[in-house]
């Protein structure tokens, strides 16, 4: 039977303090556990990549060698952003993955994001997981490790399907020395952004600010560079680059309800009467807009 903390299996991901929580032989055998229900649901490839944090690298070794031992073929992304692990998995035509992150948490923290079959893991997914896990009776076998180049495909699906308009804006791009640093500014510049950024070196100590551009605290260096600058925007990524905060022109913040009564108006206009999902922490303003212009808003737990 396993002895891996119960605690870490969480509703929507795995997370721990890395060496406490979360060891790396915790890691090898939520790896077998993995690699075991996807190939007992016929799945077989699976793409990993992992965040800048100084430990991503050996619990990304430990993963890809359980994952191989179960007999599941692994394609290694390498240091990338969340949503380029994502777009991996369509892109490559795998079965799923896992992107190893500890997201905006402290520097001490890592975790997994898995998805298969088109899903993510969640709920009762990912406590089955916890119970293969616990169990140990795996699925064995040789699967293959290779090394793919995601950031390129990437980069070019983005621009491929960017409009932008005939205003030349300036952005400043804050990604608070984590994982979308090396890649956020030249896609805005190849879109006609001019990009001033803003702590872009990756650095898994987050020496800055912490990671979390949803906590305004975290926007104090972005808010003075682009009132310093005179930028139209200023955009701030998180430690894996699946979250951003957005601040306007004047230093203000456009919390998640304003972005999404923008984004939604965009999308109304190309699919009128759509469903717009949105969580609990938006405001009524975004449903009540959603509704004038002739779309259906619903609340929903994320």
């Avoid at 890691?27 to 991503?56: K, N, P, W």
């Avoid at 406590?127 to 980069?155: C, H, M, N």
């Amino acid at each position: 039977m396993s002895t891996i903390d119960p605690t870490i299996f969480r509703s929507y991901d795995i997370r721990g303090v890395v060496d406490k929580d979360l060891t790396e032989d915790a890691v090898e055998q939520i790896g077998h556990a993995y690699g075991t229900m996807a190939r007992r649901r016929g799945f077989r490839t699976l793409t990993v990549g992992r965040d800048c944090r100084e430990h991503s690298g050996r619990l990304f070794a430990a993963l890809a060698r359980s994952l191989t031992g179960s007999g599941v073929d692994v394609l290694d992304l390498g240091t990338v952003a969340t949503p380029m692990q994502y777009f991996s998995i369509p892109h490559f035509g795998a079965d799923g993955g896992v992107m190893i992150t500890g997201s905006h948490n402290p520097p001490e923290y890592n975790g997994m994001k898995l998805t298969l079959g088109g899903d993510s893991l969640h709920g009762e997914d990912i406590q089955e997981l916890r119970r293969i896990a616990q169990e140990g009776s795996f699925e064995r076998g040789t699967g293959v490790l290779k090394v793919v180049d995601v950031i390129k495909p990437y980069e070019e699906a983005l621009v491929g399907q960017a409009q932008m308009g005939t205003r030349k804006l300036k952005v400043v791009v804050d990604a608070g020395n984590g994982a979308s640093g090396p890649f956020a500014p030249p896609i805005f510049r190849r879109l006609g952004v001019d990009v001033v950024p803003l702590f872009c070196d990756m650095d898994a100590r987050f020496p800055n600010h912490h990671p979390d551009p949803t906590v305004e605290e975290n926007l104090v260096d972005l808010r003075k560079a682009v009132l310093a600058e005179k930028a139209d925007l200023g955009i701030a990524f998180d430690g894996d680059g699946d979250r951003i905060g957005v601040l306007d022109e004047n230093g203000v913040v456009m919390w998640g309800d304003k972005l999404m009564i923008i984004l939604s108006r965009a999308l109304l206009l190309e699919e009128p009467g759509a469903t717009i999902v949105a969580e609990v922490k938006c405001s009524q303003t975004l449903y009540d807009d959603i509704a004038a212009k002739g779309g259906k808003g619903v609340m929903w737990k994320l």
